[in-house]
């Protein structure tokens, strides 16, 4: 265990966002923003444009730290990266993703590994995946510690294979049960938050009146109480396909190769640094040190 405390900082003109704050939003119809991040700046940015709710998520395997799939990122990658995020959020609720492998085994070793999130990483909850009889049991325990856990049912990568792939689902009425059996045990069990991946529209919005829970929706349309999108995909921070429910509010991997481009082409024609990139030393400074050098054979 770290001996740092990343705990949570104070809000800096923000009142902290809750878990009560996110269920009076649901009351009254107000539409809850949540978007992943994986490090400092992109909590900064995620602060500064006024989100609720900012997710470590083990996308992060795939999005920053190269693998092929969500299922190779460890307990301490996902622990560093989210404890940097801790560092630049004030205001948004901060919730950890349990990586495949980390919660599955046995309670104890779910609550242990929640736990190492919220004191390592400073995270207000975390997050598991799928709604069988082992993750609502891994729910009822980690709530039973005393840490507030986020469900995540339709889509779930870390079972990908399982599911066939990274395909939608609930487009059958037998697939469209099972996501609202496991949607609705996750909420028994004690989530206070359930995302909703890759659904129908219709299938979500016909969920939405059985769900006290907050949703938080991602390609499951308008219905739910908010939208979760992964940062580099809404902000086209990665050259690859997207997904059919990504929308893309800029091309930042197209504005990060353009810069860098133009940076190596000044480097090689001398352009770059110029006079105003440079550093003086007074005359007489530059003088004695020149007088001062050894000379060199
Ligand atoms: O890992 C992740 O980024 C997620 C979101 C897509 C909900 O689980």
Redesign the pocket.
């Known amino acids: 265990m770290s001996t740092r405390s990343p705990a949570r900082r104070p809000a800096h003109g923000r009142t902290p966002v809750t878990r009560e704050t996110l269920a009076g939003k649901k009351r009254a119809g107000d539409k809850i923003v949540m978007v992943?991040a994986y490090d400092y700046p992109g909590a900064l940015a995620a602060e500064e444009a006024g989100v609720d709710v900012v997710?470590v998520?083990?996308?992060?395997a795939m999005t920053v730290l190269g693998y092929p799939d969500?299922n190779e990122v460890t307990v301490d990658e996902m622990l560093m990266l989210t404890a940097a995020v801790r560092r630049g959020l004030h205001g948004p609720l901060l919730v950890g993703?349990l990586p495949f492998g980390s919660y599955e085994a046995s309670d104890e070793i779910a609550v242990e590994t929640a736990r190492r999130f919220v004191d390592e990483a400073g995270c207000d909850a975390v997050?598991l995946?799928r709604g069988g009889e082992a993750s609502v049991a891994r729910v009822r325990a980690i709530v039973a510690a005393g840490i507030p856990v986020m469900g995540?049912v339709g889509l779930t990568?870390q079972s990908a294979v399982e599911l066939g792939g990274f395909k939608a689902q609930g487009r059958t009425a037998e697939s469209a049960r099972r996501v609202a059996d496991e949607a609705l045990a996750l909420q028994e069990a004690g989530c206070f938050s359930i995302?909703f991946?890759a659904i129908p529209d219709a299938v979500a919005r016909a969920l939405m009146p059985s769900m006290k829970a907050v949703v938080i929706g991602?390609g499951a349309g308008p219905s739910t109480d908010g939208q979760?999108l992964?940062m580099h995909d809404l902000l086209g921070m990665s050259s690859g396909g997207k997904a059919r429910f990504v929308k893309r509010y800029a091309n930042l991997h197209s504005a990060t190769v353009e810069g860098l481009a133009r940076y190596a082409a000044e480097v090689r024609d001398g352009t770059y640094p110029g006079p105003e990139h440079c550093y003086g030393i007074p005359d007489d400074e530059l003088a004695a040190f020149r007088a001062a050098l050894p000379s060199v054979d």
């Open positions: 992943t997710l998520g083990d996308s992060a969500t993703d997050k995946e995540h990568p995302v991946e991602i979760v992964v």
